[in-house]
């Protein structure tokens, strides 16, 4: 039996999202984003447990700045350079950064 695990509501939001990958940096947008997490596509090869610094760039031009942790990766098509669907848990996040997540969420979370 497969017991969903997830603490708080996701949402099909897409924010972008920014991250170093040794001296490039990445940009993806998500597929969905919770308190908790997030999950996003990416062509950097990551690996489980590898700890990485995001921006979040939300409407109204809010930014979150988080640190977050690879907790799964799927390899998805190889159609030119191999893309990847990349689940990650937030691990820091300042206080005023959370609250403008939450503001965020909370009506894409009251449609659902």
């Known amino acids: 039996m497969n017991q ?7 949402a099909k939001s897409p924010v972008l999202i920014e991250f170093g990958q040794g001296s490039a940096i990445e940009r993806s947008f998500t597929y969905d984003i919770s308190e908790g997490g997030l999950r996003f596509p990416t062509t950097a090869e ?4 590898q700890e990485l610094v995001l921006t979040l760039d939300l ?3 809010e930014r979150c700045q988080a640190t977050a942790q690879v907790v799964w990766i799927r390899e998805l ?13 937030f691990r820091w996040m300042e206080d005023p950064d959370r609250q403008r997540l939450r503001r965020h969420l909370q009506p894409l979370l009251k449609k659902v």
């Open 59 to 61: 409407p109204q031009q």
């Open 46 to 49: 990551l690996r489980v447990g």
């Open 77 to 89: 098509a190889k159609i030119g350079a191999t893309q990847y669907d990349v689940g990650v848990r």
């Open 4 to 10: 969903e695990r997830r603490q708080y509501g996701r």
